[in-house]
């Protein structure tokens, strides 16, 4: 399992210093190399730095949210096409109705979903 | 008003004698000129006059009398009625000043409504309410130019029937725009009346402004929204953490520490589930319910609930039967009907004693799918039976027998299933259990 991963990368896109921590040292034991970022606009340049194969991704956060970050991203070719999962708390409708606007993102409430259960579900993207 | 009646019977008899004096002076100069005649062609008028004089003078003063007299009679007669007549009216009409002018000056908009939603004789506060400046300017105008017929006041449509098919309405809920371009809620009463004489219905309608309550319900449901969205975060936190000591390949807990992980997870769901409540309550009230209809395996979508509360029915040695149809897709909104059937589940196996038995049963038609859970449990006491999906609402047994529970869980499943196109309904006796059943389209019809 581990060996499939190994030259995967990920970023966690989180506000929340212990949710970020724990998503890091989640995927770092699962063998993926992790970058992180605290809000959008620190997320669109280690995005573009290092091109990440999948984004893992806050809504509601400070400076940029994860909308805004997204939009300015797809501007980028290769940010068009790269695999989002959403993973927030908010579920108001509007939030949602914006979220499935993004035709490379799912999306997913943080409360909803254990922390194996998100590996597996990265892993299933990346495979796709 | 004493001296006019005691002044009355002194004109009538100034009246009864003026009578008297024109009939004698009328009479007396037609008798003058009838017996100049008689003298004129009588050969011996000393004989004639001293005959016909007696008769003519006699009826001439009879005549005069009874004029005056009869004068008299009809004008006491005719006062007597007036009297009477202003004596009752004067009644009814002090009778009704207050009412009408309670209905006038009542802080309460009062107004009249036909048939077709005509408004008629406004009250003072009916006017302002609609944003007029007056009452005439109120008359006239049609309470349906004033509904919002939105999705939020679906109560429109049926108001309008109701009061074509003149049907009394009570205490329906309404959403206005006023003249001046307000928003208003209103509550709506409605009193059939037929009114005398004509053959038009009218009802008698009072409204009472609830804006104010609405807006107090809506930031009630908005705050308890914001604070369930802020929970989550710090729940996802402890959820997380609790997760990668759980699950991580690098701990190697002794059994007593795992035991105390797995209930600090537990204790953290259940705090989670209870947060989603609030949240579905909050969608429900405030119309913001997500529906994502898609082809669901119902049976497949029971197991998975079995699993999940299997191990409370477990641990009270609970037997379940399953009788499961062997397939059976609908379209519908799998996670709004999961809630539904965990809600049933978990009140099955929250509710029945030790040792009991729950059954549950999926049976499809062509058009329907019917979920049922029935239980050996404590039963629903028949005067509980009509509150049961009211919100907040728990009946007295089942909170003797579980302390704990919000009341919330079979309100929301009935708005699901609402929202769903489908039914709940039960039958239940007390001390022998429940059986609730829940019908759905296979497709909903839009």
Known sequence: MEQETKEKSILVVDDEEDLRGVLEQKFTDEGFTVFTAKNGKEAIDVALKNKPDMIVLDIVMPEMNGFEMLSELQKDEWGKNVPVIFLTNSSSLETISKAVEFSSAEYIVKTDIGLDEIVKRVKERMAR | ?446
């Open chain 2, 1 to 446: 008003m004493d001296q006019t009646v005691e002044s009355k019977p002194r004109s009538r008899v100034v009246a009864g004698l003026y009578v008297f004096l024109l009939t004698l002076i009328v009479a007396g100069a037609g008798i003058w000129y009838i017996q100049n005649i008689f003298i004129q062609n009588s050969s011996r008028p000393e004989i004639l006059l001293s005959n016909v004089a007696l008769i003519l003078y006699t009826s001439w003063l009879i005549t005069a009398i009874a004029a005056g007299l009869v004068t008299y009679l009809w004008l006491t007669r005719r006062e007597q009625a007036v009297a009477l007549a202003e004596q009752m009216s004067g009644g009814v009409l002090s009778y009704f000043q207050p009412f009408q002018q309670l209905y006038d000056e009542s802080p309460m908009p009062y107004f009249m409504l036909d048939a077709s939603g005509v408004i008629e004789r406004p009250n003072k506060a009916a006017a302002r309410f609609f944003g007029a400046p007056n009452e005439a300017e109120c008359e006239g105008k049609n309470l349906y130019e004033f509904l919002i017929e939105d999705g939020k006041s679906k109560n429109a449509v049926p108001l309008r029937t109701k009061l074509e098919r003149g049907v009394p309405i009570n205490k329906q809920e309404a959403q206005i725009r006023t003249l001046s371009g307000e928003m208003r809620w209103i509550q709506l009463t409605v009193f059939v009346m037929e009114r005398l004489g004509e053959h038009r219905r009218v009802g008698l309608a009072a409204l009472v402004d609830i804006t104010q309550e609405k807006e107090m319900d809506r930031m009630k449901t908005e705050f308890v929204s914001l604070a369930s969205h802020q929970l989550r975060t710090p729940l996802t936190t402890v959820k997380w953490q609790i997760d990668y000591l759980r699950t991580s390949k690098k701990f190697a807990w002794n059994e007593e520490v795992s035991t105390y992980l797995e209930k600090i997870h537990h204790g953290n769901e259940r705090m989670i589930e209870l947060v989603n409540t609030l949240l579905n309550v909050s969608r429900i009230e405030m119309g913001t319910l997500q529906v994502k209809p898609e082809d669901t395996d119902i049976v497949k979508l029971f197991e998975d609930v079995i699993e999940e509360v299997r191990p409370s029915l477990d641990q009270k040695h609970i037997r379940l039967v399953t009788t499961f149809a062997p397939a059976c897709v609908a379209h519908t909104d799998q996670n709004l009907l999961r809630i539904v059937i965990q809600n049933l589940m978990t009140n099955a196996a929250r509710y029945t004693p030790e040792a009991g038995e729950v059954h549950a049963t999926v049976t499809c038609s062509r058009e329907n799918v019917e979920v049922a859970v029935a239980d050996t449990g404590c039963g629903i006491p028949p005067e509980a039976q009509s509150h049961i999906f009211t919100k907040m609402y728990r009946a007295e047994n089942a909170v003797k027998m579980v302390a704990q529970g919000t009341g919330l869980g079979l309100y929301m499943s009935h708005a699901f299933i609402e929202t769903l196109g489908g039914s709940i309904g039960f039958v239940s006796e007390v001390g022998k259990g429940t059986t609730f059943t829940v019908t759905l389209p296979l497709h909903k019809k839009q």
